[in-house]
């Protein structure tokens, strides 16, 4: 019985030991893990304050950018109104350039349909041509002047050197050319074309047979036939070039503005030619004279000095000599008059 108790007691001992180890280890078990929640709360609120900070600075971040986007809109916005006012305004001034173009092609069109009024446009861009290669009326040509021999009245009238003169018409047929470009039908087309280059060579043989080439009139051996426009000009080059030779044939020599002008300039370029001619002849003559003149002006200055060394030699003479002896007198005087005065050789031999 007593052994059972003892057996039970020390049962109960270890019982108690063992239940004391288990809490202790339970209670270091505990503190461990408080110990681990608590590093892991604070390394979560640090953790946290980072991302925290991090948000914010995202935030920051973006909200300056935000501003600078916001900056740079309103700058386009403002950009865009003054483009789209320039704009505004270009397309304002090109409608009003394409109104006045639209009014000045009109008027154009209107002219190149009237016989009357195309002549008069003819001849004013041919005065203008004329005026911007030098020429000046009455001088170097005249306009609708009537040839004293055949009655005939060219519009132009170009003054060569030597009372030579070339004459041009300006008149030109252009009515099948324009109906030929505003047909729309490639037939029509074609015969507007064949009447055109018809109308082209009876104007070639009509200005033949007005007397413009007229060597009563001094006139030279062809005559000018302008076309008052470039394009028309090379038309006819490219269409049919033979129309060229015929007309050189005829005496007629075609022109376009461009070739006017490079045919009035060797005109100008002649008047310029013959008057350096005159103006070196009478330069010519002005020196002859001059070498005459100085001819006459270098004799009588050879005998202004034989008159110079003449005059020197007398000068010499009188002061040599004349002087000389007055200054002995003018001494012997003052001599005398200091009651020094005596007879010399020189004064006997002066005296003598």
């Given amino acids: 019985m007593n052994i059972l108790i003892i057996v039970l007691a020390v049962l109960l001992v270890i019982v108690l030991v063992f239940l004391v180890i ?20 604070v390394k979560a609120a640090e953790d946290e304050g ?19 986007y916001d900056d740079l809109l309103r700058e386009w916005e403002k950009d865009r109104a003054h483009k789209f006012g320039q704009l505004e305004k270009e397309l304002s001034m090109s409608s009003q350039a ?16 009237n016989v009357k009024l195309r002549g008069q446009w003819g001849e004013r861009m041919a005065e203008d041509i004329i005026r911007y290669a030098g020429l000046l009326e009455d001088v170097n040509y005249r306009k609708q002047t009537a040839l004293a021999s055949s009655g005939s009245r060219p519009d132009f009238i170009f003054l060569l050197p030597d009372k030579r003169v070339v004459n041009m018409d300006v ?11 505003n047909a729309t039908n490639p037939m029509e087309q ?55 030779d015929e007309a050189l044939k005829e005496k007629v020599v075609l022109c376009s503005p461009f070739t006017l002008y490079a045919v009035l300039s060797v005109i ?12 070196v002849q009478k330069i010519l003559g002005h020196i002859d004279l ?40 003018v001494r012997h005087i003052e001599e005398y008059k200091k009651g020094h005065g005596f007879v010399s050789s020189d004064d006997s031999m002066e005296g003598a």
Avoid at 302 to 323: N, P, R, W
């Fill in 190 to 244: 074609g015969n507007f074309e064949k009447e055109f280059f018809k109308n082209v060579r009876s104007r070639i043989k009509e200005i033949r047979g007005r007397e413009y080439i007229n060597p009563i009139e001094n006139t030279l051996d062809f005559v000018l036939l302008f076309i008052p426009n470039d394009q028309v000009f090379g038309f006819i080059q490219e269409k049919d070039p033979a129309i060229m």
């Fill in 22 to 41: 288990q809490n202790v280890r339970i209670s270091e078990l505990l503190r461990s893990t408080r110990d681990q929640l608590q590093a892991k709360e």
């Fill in 50 to 68: 980072g991302r925290r900070a991090a948000f914010e600075g995202a935030i920051k971040s973006l909200e300056d950018k935000l501003k600078t």
């Fill in 290 to 329: 001059f070498i005459k003149h100085f001819e006459t002006m270098k004799g009588r200055f050879l005998e202004v000095g034989v008159l110079i060394q003449k005059l020197d030699q007398k000068y010499a003479e009188l002061a040599e000599t004349s002087f000389k002896n007055l200054d002995t007198k």
């Fill in 171 to 181: 008149k030109f047929p252009l009515d099948n050319y324009l109906r030929m470009v």
């Fill in 98 to 113: 394409t109104l006045r173009l639209s009014d000045t092609t009109s008027k154009l069109t209107n002219i190149l349909g």
């Fill in 268 to 279: 100008r370029q002649a008047h310029e030619n013959v008057r350096f001619e005159k103006d």
